[in-house]
């Protein structure tokens, strides 16, 4: 069961990253259910969260705490069936004035079949 866990730090205000992105599961190889956790120690920061076409978060809040250890389920607040060659993707967007400091993201990933 492959995970993602990507560690975005710094970033500038008015900014965007992606930290999926050149994953070697940004694209699906099989048919599988997908979980996101986003976990950041800011509250200015919008999370979109796509599975293929579908729109599981748009420009909501990440899960907020002083770590940002990601723990499962209670993190995992985002899941989706997505089909084989689907894109996976996250956005994270800093509205605020100055730079996030750290922000994981995780995807759990469950082969389907």
Do not use: H, W
């Not at 599961?25 to 599988?32: S, V």
């Not at 995992?76 to 689907?86: H, I, K, Y």
Request: glycine share 6%; net charge negative.
């Amino acid at each position: 069961m492959p995970t993602i866990r990507v560690t975005t730090t710094n970033i500038p205000a008015n900014s965007t990253a992606f930290p999926l992105t050149g994953n070697q599961y940004e694209y699906l190889p099989f048919p599988a259910r997908v979980e996101f956790a986003v976990v950041a120690n800011a509250a200015t920061l919008d999370v979109t969260i796509y599975s293929g076409s579908d729109v599981l978060q748009q420009n909501g809040p990440p899960v907020f705490k002083a770590t940002i250890l990601t723990v499962y389920p209670d993190d995992f607040l985002c899941d989706d069936v997505a089909g084989a060659g689907e894109r996976l993707n996250v956005i994270l967007r800093e509205t605020g004035a100055v730079a996030t400091t750290d922000i994981e993201t995780t995807v759990k990933i469950t082969p389907l079949g």
